[in-house]
């Protein structure tokens, strides 16, 4: 459960890095947009583009590794939640029926 303090820092963080991104995706299109300036270097840029885009594969596959972990904690959690709910509930029917006998 979020506090109202997390979430204006994670409001805040989560524009960070969309600010950091868009930053760095601008810089990106504009370096691509520039030809190379002798063959040498388009050799380089070629290593450099294939490079930064298995990174982004890596990445990628990472995230998903991530959220996949997350999704079977956040299913724990809930299976948990719901285990305690039911202990309450049944301790609050029991606690009742138990005023009910001695009156």
């Keep these: 459960m979020q506090t109202s303090v997390e979430t204006p820092l994670l409001e805040a963080q989560a524009q960070l890095w969309k600010a950091r991104a868009q930053a760095k995706q601008k810089w990106l299109e504009r370096m691509l947009a520039e030809p190379a300036k002798n063959p040498q270097l388009g050799v380089q840029r070629a290593a450099w583009i294939k ?14 590794y991530r959220s996949a972990l997350m999704d079977a904690y956040a299913e724990h959690l809930t299976a948990l939640e719901m285990m305690l709910m039911s202990a309450v509930e049944q301790k609050s029917a029991s606690g009742e029926n138990r005023t009910r006998q001695e009156a």
């Design 51 to 64: 490079r930064a885009l298995n990174m982004v594969k890596r990445g990628q596959a990472e995230i998903q």
